[in-house]
C-alpha cells in the first residue's frame, strides 16, 4: 500500500498524510530513548571503548546505565517535544509527497508506478522535501538530546528565542548539507528496498500463509531500515556534530569539543583525530534504532492506511443501504 497503486486507488494524498503523522508519532514515543544514546555517540570524540580513561560512553548497556544514574529515566526522552514535531511534520510531508510523486510517474511517464527504481526516485525527493520542511525541528531537538546538566535550554521556547538571538535564523539549518547528501539515497534505498522486500516476500510465501502481513510489514521494514542506514550512516553522523555548532559550552561535561568550519573540515578533522572509524560511532545503537523505527513507521501506516480505507468503505456501503 506504500506508493500510489492504480488498482487500489484507496489512500488519498491526505489520508496518507493523516497515516504518517500518527505512524510518526507512535514510533517516535517508542524509539527515542534509542537516538538519545545514539546521538550521544555520534556526538563523542573520544573513542568508545572501555580501554579509553576519557571516554564517557564505552558501549549502549553502559550508556543506558550511566545516563539514567545521571539523569534519570527522563533523560532518554530529551528533546521529545521538538522530536515529536519532527516526526509528525516529517511522516506526513514524507509519505504525502511520496505518494503524490509514484501517482505523478504513474500518469505522465511509461513507468510502472510499483517499479522499485521508481519508489527510489521518488522516496528520495519526498524526503528532501520533508527534510527541509522540518530541518529548524531537527537541529532544536539535537541540542535537547546533547545537552547535559545543568540544562543550556529550560524549554523549547527558550531554545529558539536563544538561539535566534545569539546565533541568528540560519543557525536551524545547521548540517543541512549532509543531511539533504545523505537522505536522498537513505530514503530512496528504504522505499526501493522495502518494495523489493514485499515483492520477494509476496513470491516466497505462498499464499494460504499471507494472513500475518503486518508481521511481514514490520520485518520487510526492519530490513529496509538496516540497509539504507548503514549506506548513508556517516552523513548522520556529520549533520549531528555540524547541529552542534556553537553549542560546545554544554557538551564540556561529556568530554573534548571540536569545532567545525564545515562538511569538509568536519570530515577532515574526524578522519585525522579519530580515523576511518570514527565515521561510524553509534551505528550499533543506530542499526538497533533504524531497524525498530523503519520497521514500526511502515508498519503503523500500512495499518493505519488499512483502517482508513475500512472506513471509507464501510461508510460507503452505509450510504447506499440508505
Known amino acids: 500500500m506504500v506508493g500510489y497503486d492504480p488498482e487500489a486507488k484507496c489512500v488519498s494524498t491526505v489520508e496518507a498524510a ?15 530513548p534509542l537516538d538519545v544514546i545514539k546521538i550521544r555517540f555520534q556526538l563523542q570524540i573520544e573513542q568508545l571503548s572501555s580501554r579509553n580513561p576519557g571516554a564517557k560512553y564505552h558501549g549502549i548497556l553502559q550508556a543506558v546505565q550511566c545516563i539514567f544514574q545521571e539523569e534519570g529515566l527522563v533523560a532518554f526522552w530529551k528533546g ?13 510531508v514524507q509519505f504525502m509527497a511520496f505518494e503524490s510523486l509514484t501517482k505523478l510517474v504513474h500518469n505522465i511517464t511509461s513507468y510502472n508506478a510499483r517499479d522499485s527504481f521508481v519508489h ?5 525527493l519526498a524526503a528532501c522535501t520533508a527534510t527541509v520542511a522540518v530541518q529548524p525541528v531537527d537541529t532544536l531537538r539535537t541540542r ?22 545569539t546565533e541568528g535564523p540560519r543557525t536551524f539549518y545547521r548540517g543541512l548539507t549532509p543531511t539533504i547528501i545523505a537522505i536522498f539515497p537513505y530514503a530512496g534505498l528504504q522505499f526501493s528496498s522495502y518494495n523489493i522486500l514485499q515483492q520477494f516476500s509476496e513470491w516466497m510465501i505462498p499464499a494460504e500463509g499471507k494472513k500475518g502481513g503486518n508481521v511481514k510489514n514490520l520485518v520487510c521494514g526492519s530490513c529496509a531500515g538496516i540497509i539504507s542506514k548503514t549506506l548513508t550512516y556517516p552523513f548522520d553522523l556529520f549533520k549531528k556534530r555540524l547541529q552542534v555548532g556553537g553549542f560546545e559550552h554544554a557538551r564540556a561535561a561529556f568530554g573534548q569539543v571540536r569545532i567545525y568550519r564545515g562538511l569538509l573540515d568536519c570530515v577532515r578533522q574526524i578522519m585525522r583525530e579519530e580515523g576511518p572509524g570514527g565515521f561510524f560511532k553509534g551505528l550499533s545503537p543506530s542499526l538497533l534504532k ?6 514500526l513507521v511502515f508498519f503503523w501506516y500500512e495499518l493505519f492506511c488499512s483502517l482508513l480505507c475500512a472506513l471509507k468503505n464501510t461508510d460507503s456501503t452505509m450510504r447506499k443501504e440508505c
Open 18 to 32: 493523516a497515516a504518517g503523522s500518527a505512524s510518526g508519532l507512535v514510533t517516535r514515543v517508542l524509539v527515542s
Open 80 to 92: 521529545h517535544v521538538p522530536a515529536q514535531f519532527l516526526s509528525v511534520g516529517y511522516g506526513a
Open 120 to 124: 527510489f526516485v521518488c522516496g528520495g
Open 144 to 165: 535537547f538530546a546533547a545537552q547535559g546538566e545543568p540544562k543550556v535550554y529550560r524549554n523549547l521556547r527558550h531554545a529558539v528565542v536563544t538561539m535566534y538571538q
Open 290 to 295: 533504524a531497524a525498530v523505527s523503519t520497521g
